[in-house]
């Protein structure tokens, strides 16, 4: 039982454009949303972050967008850089209780130049 | 974002002796940490959730006995791979939480030949 979904495996962007990268979740009790970024052969980096009362997070070139009735998040990259090249996962907690991070499959984001 | 730890970073071992990897919080205290592995192109499997002096949470499937997870103080926890075997070759990752957010260690490779 997939409870976090990413049904992209894979995304190409031209530098300079938007990165759009999206999550969806089956478990209406998630109300922690948080995307990572990882490279091959290392830990997840944190990103953002954004809890289920509010609907938009931003931070610098990274919007995370949450829309609760449709149990959808996305995150915004703009504009993208050869940096941003990695895979993204974003994850899903409840805030009350053990607070386990339930991760989606990942996308991998690749930016072109 | 807060920094945890990993060591070693790779480790080569034969079957049937045991593994131990630590995890370590650098800059602040955690309470819980969490221990993931993840399989090439897959996304992160949580093993267990790690509690300062108490026992350690396993999730469903994972042999407690197997994989022994020891969390002695706010700032080191430690899993011991027992009795290691070639489908125990992974890449594991630890988290520290500073609630809701984790922080990920740059993760260890684990090859048993």
């Known amino acids: 039982d997939q409870q976090v979904k990413q049904n992209s495996p894979s995304l190409s962007v031209q530098e300079g454009r938007i990165s759009i990268l999206n999550c969806d979740y089956t478990?209406?009790?998630?109300?922690?949303f948080l995307w990572y970024k990882k490279y091959p052969a290392e830990g997840p980096t944190f990103l953002i972050s954004?809890?289920?009362?509010?609907d938009k997070n931003e931070d610098g070139r990274f919007t995370v967008f949450l829309n609760k009735s449709a149990k959808h998040l996305s995150l915004h990259i703009v504009p993208s850089q050869p940096g941003d090249s990695a895979v993204y996962f974003c994850?899903?907690?409840?805030?009350?209780?053990?607070?386990?991070?339930?991760f989606g499959q990942g996308t991998r984001l690749t930016i072109n130049p | 974002g807060a920094v945890v730890s990993q060591h070693p970073s790779w480790v080569i071992c034969k079957s049937g002796t045991s593994v131990k990897i630590e995890c370590r919080s650098l800059?602040?205290?955690?309470?819980?940490m969490f221990w993931y592995r993840q399989f090439p192109k897959q996304s992160l499997m949580l093993m267990a959730t790690?509690?300062?002096?108490?026992?350690?949470?396993?999730e469903q499937g994972v042999e407690k006995d197997k994989f022994l997870i020891n969390h002695a103080s706010l700032t080191l926890s430690t899993l011991t791979v027992t009795s290691a075997h070639p489908e125990d070759s992974s890449f594991y990752i630890c988290?520290?939480?500073?609630?809701?957010?984790?922080?990920f260690g740059p993760g260890t490779r684990l090859t048993v030949l």
């Open positions: 994850a899903a907690s409840r805030l009350q209780g053990a607070q386990k991070l339930v």
């Open positions: 478990n209406s009790m998630f109300d922690y």
């Open positions: 954004i809890s289920s009362i509010k």
């Open positions: 800059d602040f205290q955690a309470t819980t």
């Open positions: 790690s509690n300062e002096g108490s026992k350690a949470t396993y």
């Open positions: 988290s520290g939480a500073e609630l809701p957010k984790q922080f």
